[in-house]
């Protein structure tokens, strides 16, 4: 069983910064492609970084120049840097990974549970 836990949401100001963690737990052979997703209130999920277990990473364009996403192989997390938050941030935001958990087994695709950012005055 793997599990996707988030932390670091929480409310922030305009122009204040937040760091968002995920770490994956469980039975893990390996993990691929790991990311931050968000949703807004009567909106769709969308993807906001990704990154490669080699390092190569992908932004949605509004967040590029504000948000850096990381991660820690050694410790299967992965982390978002927000900077220059701006109010239409305000989402709860996911965290994925692709996951190799047995040996001769098929990679899945798992989501946490999601952790709320809130950018208000």
């Known amino acids: 069983q793997v599990q996707l836990v988030e932390s670091g949401g929480g409310l922030v100001q305009p122009g204040g910064s937040l760091r968002l963690s995920c770490k994956a737990s469980g039975t893990i052979i390996s993990i691929n492609g790991m990311g931050w997703y968000r949703q807004a209130p009567g909106k769709e999920r969308e993807r906001v970084a990704t990154i490669t277990p080699g390092g190569r990473t992908g932004y949605a364009d509004s967040v590029k120049g504000r948000f850096t996403i990381s991660r820690d192989n050694a410790q299967n997390t992965v982390y978002l840097q927000m900077n220059g938050l701006k109010p239409e941030d305000t989402a709860v935001y996911y965290c994925?990974?692709?996951?190799?958990?047995?040996?001769?087994?098929?990679?899945?695709?798992?989501w946490g549970q999601g952790t709320q950012v809130t950018v208000s005055s």
């Open positions: 994925n990974a692709d996951v190799l958990a047995y040996y001769g087994g098929s990679w899945y695709n798992y």
